[in-house]
């Protein structure tokens, strides 16, 4: 295939164009490996102007048309003349392949390219307004890891929110499953609540990240297509990064967000860490040979400002109103769980009766399978924490000035 950043040749042989449309474009073609761009671009779209998408050869005037205007803007942007490429890249937008090629895989993928490409070329001027348009053409024309890892990072630079069709553009928003998403600090009873959410609504448990163990769960598009349109209830420990808010407003997703006084966190993960749980870090070397107040040091270091990311991350993204968010503590769980569970229910619109809420978790602290709650009580970091120990951390909250950490005791 010829490289989708050059004009396509016209030979019999390979094209079989139908004799009087290879005449209307020879001249456009000839015009356009000569860089008369204008001349070019004028007679392409003349030339699609006046046939239809079944006439031989449309596609390749139509992708021959979306490289001159490439070339155009890239020219334009280039001498810092902005605002006119303005109408080459609405002309852009508004072309697709409707011919005999509109179902070759190799021709839209390499016409995807082209409009990623152009699409790169106004990132790196920063018009990411533009650049997120043509990301989000050549997804719709042939999706591809590299276009979404570009349109995240074009949203992010300007704010917009992400869309169904920058994941799924064959997929309607009402094909949507419903998806309750605990984004959850570690040891915050994350697991017996995802266990009471999928019990009483029968909604499906299902993981969005690529893989326990080290990996940061963060989402992960092929699982959430997958699952997209399933009733689901998922728990991760996810941060609020650009690219997890716009999948999650993409596909509807609402987090609630558990949170636990973080000085208790260190202790209950300590317990957790000493125990086979410890193949999730890179700690596995030498930490067992340890005493406590070690561990609770290597802790505090390399896992509290996770937590205090972690809590910052969804203060940001619900002050910025990206999201709606419900946030819960683990002490108001263990509180009252019952009324704590309502509370969640109601905020994804289901209504339970309290009595039914009340004996689904009975039933879910009767199955040691999946009631992981450790001790079950607040307060553990105050005795078991130095106060030196709890000033350290304390002292990590002034590289965030502007945050209110007090729903994690700071």
């Known amino acids: 295939m010829n490289n989708p950043q050059q004009p396509f040749s016209f030979s019999p042989q390979q094209q079989q164009f139908a004799f009087k449309i290879r005449k209307e474009v020879e001249q ?10 204008d001349e070019a671009i004028h007679g392409l779209q003349t030339t699609l102007n006046s046939h239809k998408p079944d006439v031989q050869g449309y596609d390749l005037v139509t992708h021959n048309l979306l490289v001159a205007c490439k070339r155009k803007i890239e020219q334009m942007l280039a001498a810092g003349d902005h605002a006119a490429t303005t109408p080459y890249i609405n002309l852009v937008l508004g072309l697709q392949p409707r011919g005999q090629l509109a179902s070759d895989r190799d021709f839209r993928s390499g016409f995807a390219d082209s409009l990623h490409g152009l699409g790169v070329c106004y990132a790196d001027h920063f018009l990411f307004e533009a650049a997120s348009l043509c990301f989000r053409k050549a997804i719709s024309i042939s999706p591809c890891p590299t276009y979404h890892n570009d349109l995240s990072f074009a949203l992010s630079a300007i704010g917009l929110p992400g869309k169904l069709t920058d994941y799924a553009p064959a997929m309607e928003s009402k094909q949507l499953g419903q998806h309750m998403f605990i984004a959850c600090m570690p040891k915050s009873g994350s697991t017996f609540l ?32 997958k699952f997209s349109m399933k009733n689901t209830v998922t728990q991760q420990h996810s941060r609020a990064s650009h690219a997890n808010v716009q999948m999650m407003q993409a596909f509807d997703i609402k987090p609630v967000v558990l949170v636990r006084n973080v000085f208790d966190v260190v202790i209950s993960q300590l317990d957790f860490y000493k125990g086979p749980a410890r193949i999730n870090t890179y700690h596995q070397g030498g930490f067992e040979n340890l005493d406590d107040e070690q561990k609770i040091d290597l802790l505090i270091d390399y896992f509290v400002p996770w937590h205090l990311q972690f809590h910052a991350s969804w203060l940001d993204a619900e002050a910025r109103q990206r999201l709606p968010v419900f946030w819960l503590t683990y002490e108001t769980l263990i509180a009252d769980k019952p009324y704590a569970v309502e509370q969640v229910l109601e905020f994804y619109g289901l209504k339970y009766s309290r009595d039914n809420i009340a004996k689904t978790i009975d039933s879910v602290e009767a199955d040691s399978r999946k009631n ?7 307060g553990r970091g105050q005795a078991g924490l130095s106060e030196a120990q709890k000033e350290r951390i304390r002292s990590m909250t002034r590289h965030y000035p502007s945050v209110d950490f007090s729903l994690i005791g700071l």
């Open 372 to 378: 992981l709650f450790n001790k079950g009580i607040a």
């Open 194 to 225: 995802k266990n009471v959410l999928c019990k009483i609504t029968g909604h499906k448990d299902c993981f969005f990240f690529h893989a326990h163990g080290q990996n940061e769960h963060d989402l992960y598009l092929p699982t959430v297509l």
């Open 28 to 37: 456009s073609v000839q015009a356009l490996q000569q860089g008369r761009l």
